[in-house]
């Protein structure tokens, strides 16, 4: 969007007004796919009987059936893979007034790479043989801190990705063929962009990537996380700052001690764990099980005092008997997150996984996730509950999605998007309370996931 803006694009959300469709897509699994494909079609049939010219698909779909997409689609008038964003411009037809060179002394994009990828790449980690439709090529691609940005947040609140690519072998996950092999961004890149936007009004960031705490290895950067952290933390505009997708085995003390050490960075992880079963995490190729998890989740609380912990899991993994999920169950009842997601395994052309047998039926998949969900609805509800009371600095979002007669905003507990919600019933009057400003509230009600509260 910010490459496109810059070259003179007016951004409409409004299909119906474009004269350039881009439809951005996801790949990760079977239902993303069929989500991709139905909103292209859609998008098609404003070329047909519309306004529309050209019709742009972009994204990870494209990175799995390139070819198929042109074949398949004729609507389509151009593909950007996830590597080649700056051929937006030309895909689009929109020319770009002045290319970018780089100084000499200073490229834009480094690529580096870490060892552990590039075994795994002479392993065939990141082969897309036998992918019909998709190239050879794996995108190398990284935006950097003079790359346009248009934000499609909430003007408060961003987003800055730091790597790219993934090189971790997980059976379940077509990722690295769709991303490529890990790099990071410059350290300097980073914070310059961090610097821009909080000159610009933003007051939280959230930092990801497929693996940020292997943020840096590639540059040979040890703990480059924290170090990054702590740089950002020192930038004055900044109020929180986090980042998401931990991989467990990556946390380090240090990396702990950056957190609870500044006011700044959220005392907040978001590790997906994906199974407590040692034997299914074997077969998942991620290593771990409930001991370990359970002793890293005791050392990371007690290294971050008020430490509000998310993370994710995947039921009905290829083989996952009823004793395995069994041992799931109880290892959530232990562990008591604050926040937690379930995923029902979903099984992916191109994935180890996909040639393992004994797949379970998506409908005892289903009753696995419902079964879960509900113990980890339980341990929210009497989480929440003890927050009343409670005093917190709330950001305030705006005018609820819900219900045009509350605001809803989040704490430091809430991660953008992926976590509950916080709705603000009540203030002084005269107070009018603004979308992107932060104040301070106390909690008044909990609800299972979602709090009310009252600004004081
Ligand atoms: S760490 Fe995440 S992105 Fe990487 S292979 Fe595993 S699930 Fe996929």
């Known amino acids: 969007m910010g490459l496109l803006a810059r070259a003179g694009a007016e951004l409409s959300q409004r299909a119906e007004d ?29 070329k047909t009987s519309g306004r529309a010219k050209k019709l742009v698909v972009a994204g990870c779909l494209v990175e799995r059936f390139r070819d198929e997409i042109r074949r398949r689609i004729p609507e389509v008038d151009a593909v950007v893979g996830t590597g080649e964003l700056e051929k937006i411009l030309s895909a689009t037809g929109i020319e770009y007034p002045a290319p970018r060179t780089a100084p000499a002394n200073n490229p834009l994009v480094v690529l580096t790479s870490r060892a552990e990828g590039d075994a795994r790449a002479a392993q065939g980690r990141f082969s897309r043989e036998g992918w019909d439709g998709a190239i050879a090529d794996l995108p190398n691609y990284l935006y950097d801190e003079e790359t346009p940005r248009v934000l499609a947040t909430p003007k408060s609140t961003a987003y800055i990705k730091i790597a790219e690519g993934c090189d971790h072998p997980c059976t379940f996950c077509i990722i690295p063929q769709l991303r490529g092999q890990f790099r990071s961004r410059r350290f300097e890149s980073v914070v310059a962009e961090a610097e821009r936007l909080a000159r610009n009004g933003v007051r939280e960031i ?41 991989y467990p085995n990556k946390i380090t003390g240090r990396l702990l001690e950056t957190i609870a050490s500044s006011d700044k960075i959220c005392s907040y992880m978001d590790v997906p764990l994906q199974h407590a079963s040692a034997s299914v995490l074997k077969r998942m190729k991620r290593g771990g099980g409930s001991d370990v998890f359970l002793r890293s989740i005791a050392k990371m609380r007690r290294a971050i005092p008020g430490l509000t912990l998310r993370t994710s899991f995947i039921v009905g993994f290829p083989g996952e008997t009823e004793a395995e999920f069994e041992e799931l169950c109880d290892f959530v009842r232990e562990a008591q997150f604050d926040w937690m997601g379930t995923f029902s395994y979903s099984d992916q052309d191109g994935a180890a996984a996909y040639g393992l047998d004994k797949k379970l039926s998506t409908r005892e998949i289903e009753r696995r996730r419902k079964h879960l969900m509900g113990i980890q609805r339980q341990i929210s509800k009497k989480k929440k509950k003890a927050l009343v009371g409670q005093e917190f600095d709330l950001l305030l979002e705006g005018i609820s999605d819900e219900t045009d007669l509350l605001m809803e905003g989040r704490t430091a507990m809430h991660a953008p998007e992926i976590d509950g919600k916080v709705f603000v019933n009540d203030f002084d009057e005269g107070l009018e309370p603004q979308p992107g400003e932060f104040y301070r509230c106390e909690i008044t009600e909990a609800h299972d996931y979602d709090l009310v509260a009252r600004i004081l």
């Open 206 to 246: 959230t930092l990801i990537g497929q693996d940020t705490t292997c943020f840096g290895e590639d540059f040979g950067l040890k703990d480059g996380l924290a170090l990054l952290l702590e740089k950002l933390a020192a930038i004055e505009e900044l109020r929180w700052i986090r980042f998401l997708y931990a």
């Open 18 to 46: 474009a004269d350039v469709i881009v439809v951005n897509t996801c790949s990760f699994i079977e239902s993303a796919q069929e989500e991709s494909v139905n909103t292209i079609l859609e998008m098609a049939a404003h």
